[in-house]
């Protein structure tokens, strides 16, 4: 106690005090770990996606520290992605339990009622119109039950679905680099207890690109892969070092897998159907074509009739483990290339003025290569459990599960949380 002269009157004597315990109070908050400033019962969740990272590159002895939260935690065989195996379609139905048939972005490019594409996933003026992205993300959900969520970068998190947006997002840049990234979840952590988001996601991007670049198999998707794996460990760093990780649920996974391609093995649609007559929808691994008016009964003479490497089928009548070809946005012929082949025009081909992509994605989900990562560690998690494969729509009910808020609804089936969660009663 400090001592005060005796000619200081005792209201400035009783207004002395106050600022010395409040100037003691702060420099001792100062020193004192995130954690230690709320309650036990106050836990967070954070959704780590690195995009296009193939179930078993953490097999390959270049990701310690993710390797370790595995070893430490949970981890799958694979994560199922739904079809089409591709990333904007499968990050949405990661947060909303919805098969891309249900939620409605049934691609990464979708023709608008026009007869144009107008949703086109690296185009931000078309993607941020709400009209597209049907359900409910869980960060809208968290934000009904009064908690604060934040995204740094996920497709459908810089628009307003249902009018809410999560409290801190961030829109998609790709030139900001995966440190800046993971500081300002960091960030966030920091704020005070009562802004402070329970709910966040973090995305990378690298290993899906890598993979494209180079290949599945290439020492530049192994250096990547080592890059994300550092930058993992300076989150979890951080985490530690706020007293966090004793109450921080950690999910990590991936939106599906990578299989290899290259130049040598292409289909030329238009060999096979006049698209002056039929429209390409979309090219690629997926291709939708629609046909011009009267042309249906030629357009699926051409189609749906056997071909090498590509097979075809009318919008309602996919394969059923595709869980995919109700919804209206999907053209009505739908054509799904063979593993490593993809779908292109001599035209396109022609102009083409980058290297050809030698891996791809987009494929039968159920094909070992699409399997995608998924790793989750905390209180909340099985210690040391490897379990068997598992659809991502089971994502969300868990997700929902551990926000402690109301699911809506959704395709997944919660009874996958019994093999991840320590205690489900």
């Excluded at 598992?390 to 009910?397: G, I, K, S």
Aim: glycine share 8%; net charge neutral; charged share 20%.
């Amino acid at each position: 106690m400090p001592n005060f002269p005796s000619r200081l009157t005792p209201w400035l004597r009783l207004v002395s005090l106050a600022l010395f315990a409040l100037t003691s109070a702060c420099a001792t908050r100062s020193h004192i770990p995130v954690a230690a400033s709320h309650s036990a019962a106050e836990s967070y969740l954070l959704l780590v996606s690195i995009d296009g990272f193939r179930a078993d590159y953490l097999d390959r002895g270049v990701t310690p520290r993710l390797s370790a939260l595995a070893a430490g935690g949970v981890r799958a065989d694979a994560l199922r992605p739904s079809f089409p195996s591709l990333t904007f379609p499968n990050h949405y139905t990661l947060v909303t339990g919805l098969r891309p048939d249900h939620h409605g972005i049934v691609h990464n490019r979708i023709q608008g009622n026009d007869g144009k594409i107008s949703f086109v996933y690296n185009d931000a003026r078309t993607t941020r119109e709400a009209h597209w992205w049907g359900g409910e993300p869980i960060w809208v959900a968290a934000e009904r039950h009064g908690l604060r969520s934040a995204t740094m970068f996920w497709p459908g998190s810089d628009t307003a679905i249902g009018g809410v947006r999560p409290s801190y997002w961030k829109p998609f840049d790709r030139n900001l680099g995966a440190d800046a990234r993971v500081d300002t979840v960091l960030d966030w952590l920091d704020l005070p207890l009562a802004q402070r988001p329970r709910f966040i996601t973090l995305y990378f991007e690298q290993v899906d690109r890598a993979g494209h670049d180079y290949g599945p198999d290439s020492a530049e998707v192994n250096a990547v892969l080592a890059q994300i794996d550092a930058t993992l460990g300076r989150l979890l760093d951080g985490l530690e070092a706020r007293g966090l990780r004793r109450s921080l649920n950690l999910i990590v996974l991936s939106d599906h897998g990578q299989t290899p391609a290259g130049a040598e093995k292409l289909v030329l649609v238009d060999t096979v159907v006049d698209l002056e007559r039929v429209q390409a929808v979309n090219l690629g691994v997926v291709a939708g074509f629609a046909p011009e008016p009267g042309q249906r009964r030629y357009a699926e003479s051409a189609l749906l009739r056997p071909h090498p490497h590509m097979q075809c089928w009318r919008r309602g009548q996919m394969p059923a483990h595709f869980h995919y070809g109700t919804h209206a946005r999907i053209p009505p012929i739908v054509c799904l290339a063979q593993q490593g082949w993809i779908m292109t025009t001599t035209s396109a081909l022609a102009a083409r003025t980058s290297p050809p992509s030698l891996g791809e994605h987009g494929y039968d989900n159920t094909l070992p290569d699409m399997g995608a990562l998924f790793v989750a560690n905390g209180p909340a998690f099985r210690p040391g459990a490897r379990v068997p494969v598992f659809d991502n729509v089971d994502v969300y009910p868990l997700l929902a599960h551990l926000l402690q808020v109301k699911p809506a609804r959704n395709d997944g089936d919660a009874r996958t949380l019994r093999l991840l969660l320590r205690d489900t009663d």
